[in-house]
């Protein structure tokens, strides 16, 4: 059983490790400036949105129960 998890998480880190090496090729490939803030900015906005949601989902839900 122990054999087999660990077996589980080599695999999860070598597959984490080939895909922020992906990421990173991608990144040092772009040569514009002008996209890679675009991809920054886009990223920042997708947090904010979730965490925006996540926020109005738990009022919501504090409202139904009070």
Do not use: H, P
């Amino acid at each position: 059983m122990k054999a087999a998890m660990k077996e589980s998480i080599a695999e999860a880190k070598n597959e984490l490790k080939t895909e922020l090496k992906a990421k990173l090729l991608y990144w040092n490939n772009l040569k514009s400036g002008k996209i890679k803030v675009a991809v920054i900015v886009l990223g920042l906005g997708i947090i904010a949105l979730k965490i925006f949601t996540t926020v109005l989902t738990f009022d919501w839900l504090r409202g139904l129960f009070s």
